[in-house]
Nanobody, 128 residues
Framework: QLQFVESGGGLVQPGGSLRLSCAASGFTLDYTIGWFRQAPGKEHEGVSCISSNGRSIYYADSVKGRFTISRDNAKNTVYLQINNLKPEDTAVYYC??????????????????????WGQGTQVTVSS
């Protein structure tokens, strides 16, 4: 199972932008990968997931038009460009993956997986 190291978070003002990176421990070519977030007191939420070849993408309604997911399989890295940040985007952001033969983008992002393990994540705080 892939492990991830997330980076790129920070403190930004509303309307600002960030680019998050998620470096995998191994080859990502066979995996559907997603960005998830957990706000204080809430469950993990799938915000965006991308297929192994990058052609299929899912976005949660709350982030459509503001978040853009991409991946570079040569670098085993997935990115999340976040624009027009809002205070409600404040959360710790994580990556997770599952082999593409077992899941599609919407399933990875929307079906909870209690056994899923999480890395350290990267904190995004949106505040003026």
């Amino acid at each position: 199972q892939l492990q991830f190291v997330e980076s790129g978070g920070g403190l930004v003002q509303p309307g600002g932008s960030l680019r998050l990176s998620c470096a995998a421990s191994g080859f990502t070519l066979d995996y559907t990968i997603g960005w998830f977030r957990q706000a204080p007191g809430k469950e993990h939420e799938g915000v965006s997931c991308i297929s192994s070849n990058g052609r299929s993408i899912y976005y949660a309604d709350s982030v459509k038009g503001r978040f853009t997911i991409s991946r570079d399989n040569a670098k085993n890295t997935v990115y999340l460009q976040i624009n027009n940040l809002k205070p409600e985007d404040t959360a710790v952001y994580y990556c997770a993956a599952r082999r593409s033969v077992y899941t599609g983008v919407q399933a990875l992002c929307t079906i909870p997986s209690p056994q899923r393990s999480w890395g350290q994540g990267t904190q995004v705080t949106v505040s003026s």
